[in-house]
């Protein structure tokens, strides 16, 4: 087959072993996967830019190639995302610890980050709180309600032309009623009490969804997330940004902001310039990484 009738596009979703590919004129192509890709060990992921051949007729296409990626994650499984909006709200209680570590993944990986606090009508009170502990941390706070529809215009401005935006978070936090109420949207979404009665997410797969200049990810929740095995203990306090104005003030050269005497970033605590809840669980996922890391290499 020629060169020619190859095309390029984005992969927006998957379904039953097929993907669908949007190609620059914002037309949708089903394509089958090549065997190669099984035989490398390589997963198309939604996100994916790809070189594809197009059906002709009631035929699906072929999925031929995958364009390098600028960044995957196998928790939501998705490729090439360069804002990672992590969706907390009042209820279900937000699990902190799980947001640090998608932080921590996203931001090592280059990611920009963002939290949103959503369903500010049950607790208007909560993103201000969330914005206080992560003020150093290179990471807006945004508070929105997707119920009562405020919020939603700072959201929207902040996805505009930022290249692929994903939205992450526990089941039940309202990414999907978001997406309704920012782009007009009718995606499923699922009462909690029949989430938990079910036991299953409303959203089960990633899709891509592109609207003027946003395009954005919806996921499946999730409220289990181990850091990368390979994470060094000495590469997790980079990031930290909140670290940064410290590094080298400490009495020890390297310092892990551990426990350590004289360390500067304990310093920063108690005089308030660093928020204690961030630095204590910086301090659990260190013990972690240090504990995997002896698993894996003694
Ligand atoms: N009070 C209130 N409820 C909301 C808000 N946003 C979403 N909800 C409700 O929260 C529930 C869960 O919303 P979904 O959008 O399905 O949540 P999700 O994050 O997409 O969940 P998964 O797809 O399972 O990961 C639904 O009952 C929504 O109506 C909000 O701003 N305020
Ligand atoms: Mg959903
Ligand atoms: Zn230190």
């Known amino acids: 087959m020629s060169e020619e009738m190859m095309k390029q596009g984005v992969l927006v979703r998957g379904f039953g ?60 499984p998705v490729a090439n995302v360069s804002l990672l909006l ?29 939290i949103v606090v959503n ?7 909560l993103a201000e709180r969330v914005r206080q502990e992560y003020a150093g941390a290179d990471c807006p706070v945004l508070s929105a309600s997707a119920k009562e529809e405020t919020g939603l215009e700072a959201l929207r401005e902040m996805m505009t032309g930022a290249g692929i935006c994903c939205l992450t978070g526990q089941s039940g936090v309202g990414k999907s009623t978001l997406l309704n109420a920012l782009l007009g949207l009718e995606l499923e979404t699922g009462d909690i009490s029949e989430k938990i009665q079910r036991g299953k997410n409303t959203t089960r797969h990633a899709q891509l969804l592109i609207s003027g200049d946003i395009r954005v990810l919806d996921t499946a929740g999730f409220s289990l997330l181990e850091l990368d095995a390979r994470t060094e203990p000495e590469k997790l306090r980079e990031a930290y940004p909140e670290f940064l104005p410290h590094e080298g003030c400490c009495r020890f050269s390297p310092c ?10 304990t310093a920063a605590v ?25 698993q894996r290499y003694n």
């Open 86 to 114: 992590v969706v907390i709200c009042p209820s279900p209680e937000p699990d902190m610890l799980l947001v640090d570590r998608m932080l921590i993944r996203a931001r090592l990986q280059g990611m920009r980050t963002t």
């Open 17 to 76: 072993g097929f993907y669908v590919a949007v190609d620059e004129d914002g037309t949708e192509h089903i394509l089958r996967c090549k065997k190669k890709f099984r035989r490398m060990r390589i997963s198309p992921l939604v996100g994916d830019r790809v070189a594809f051949l197009p059906g002709e007729g009631e035929e699906h296409g072929w999925l031929e190639d995958i364009l390098p990626r600028t960044s995957e994650c196998l928790r939501p």
């Open 256 to 265: 892990l902001h551990d426990r350590e005497p004289g360390c500067a970033v």
């Open 270 to 294: 108690t005089a308030g310039e660093i928020a204690p809840g961030r630095v204590e669980r910086y301090r659990q996922l260190l013990a972690d990484v240090r504990q995997t890391w002896k």
């Open 119 to 125: 369903k500010s009508d049950l607790d208007p009170t």
